[in-house]
């Protein structure tokens, strides 16, 4: 995002919405973005209205309310001037806002956002059948976001393991090598809101995976949150769960039960 100085009026409201903390108050009075830490989310240009308020008037106020100790406050969810400007984003830094910004179509996958349809369509797509975990591993959050080395630090330290890591995945397309987890090195410094390897494995292998993002998750400068999914059994039960518990760990329960309304279109489903 870029912030036209010549608008700005430094109010400060988009400091507030900004997903990474990436604006601030420059020496001169006016906002100004950290390029380096900005993930192109454009949260603050989506959630702040543009007041439409030419500079000049808004400085004006300002300066006619000085004398009697009072000042102009923008509405919390304003941009007075229409400072914020979405600038016109290329290869690698286009990517920021295609795993950032929730509006903006991957042009991998066709729908918006940085996952894909995960497990939410398994019983239409078959993707994960019986006998299979689906694991997603979402590196990065707001606040904190992931650089793409870290979510190849990641991917690497899994790859050995010999994961099926789901190939419509948006982090799958930015892979050289799906063998080794290696990403393309032109990407590796770029910083988004977060980053979702999906993969599939073998049941009984959840407790070495979850080892292996235990150890890693030291290593990298960012936050890891780890989902785990498999079909359910006829009589209601969770497979993944008992190999979960021998791994030592808790599974939140928030989790989520596809009811199976859709049309089936592979023969495990059907049977």
């Not at 997903?19 to 108050?25: D, N, Q």
């Not at 239409?124 to 650089?147: D, N, S, Y």
């Not at 049941?203 to 498999?230: M, N, Y």
């Amino acid at each position: 995002m870029d912030i036209d100085k010549k608008k700005c009026v430094g109010c400060g409201n988009c400091h507030v919405v900004c997903t990474m903390g990436a604006i601030s108050l420059d020496a001169d009075g006016r906002s100004v973005v950290n390029q380096e830490e900005c993930v192109e989310c454009g949260t603050c240009h989506r959630v702040l209205r543009n007041e439409g308020y030419p500079p000049w008037f808004v400085r004006a106020i300002r300066k006619a309310l000085a004398p009697l100790k009072l000042g102009y406050l923008a509405d919390a969810d304003i941009c007075p001037t229409g400072a914020l400007t979405p600038p016109e984003l290329a290869m690698p830094r286009l990517l920021r806002a295609q795993f950032s910004n929730p509006t903006v179509v991957h042009p991998g996958t066709g729908v918006p956002g940085r996952g894909t349809d995960e497990i939410k369509s398994n019983d239409v797509t078959g993707r994960l059948c019986h006998g299979e975990a689906g694991l997603v591993v979402e590196v990065g959050r707001p606040g904190i976001g992931a650089r793409f080395r870290d979510v190849e630090r990641v991917a690497m330290a899994l790859a050995p393991l010999s994961p099926h890591f789901e190939h419509e995945n948006p982090v799958t397309l930015l892979m050289e090598d799906t063998r080794t987890g290696k990403m393309r090195p032109d990407i590796l410094a770029e910083k988004v809101l977060s980053a979702i390897i999906e993969l599939k494995t073998e049941l009984e292998k959840i407790p070495v995976f979850l080892e292996v993002l235990e150890k890693v998750q030291r290593e990298i400068d960012t936050v890891i949150s780890v989902g785990v999914a498999s079909r359910c059994l006829a009589d209601g039960t969770i497979p993944h769960e008992k190999w979960v518990k021998m791994a030592g760990y808790r599974l939140s329960p928030n989790g989520k039960t596809n009811l199976g309304l859709g049309r089936p279109l592979f023969k495990e489903a059907t049977t």
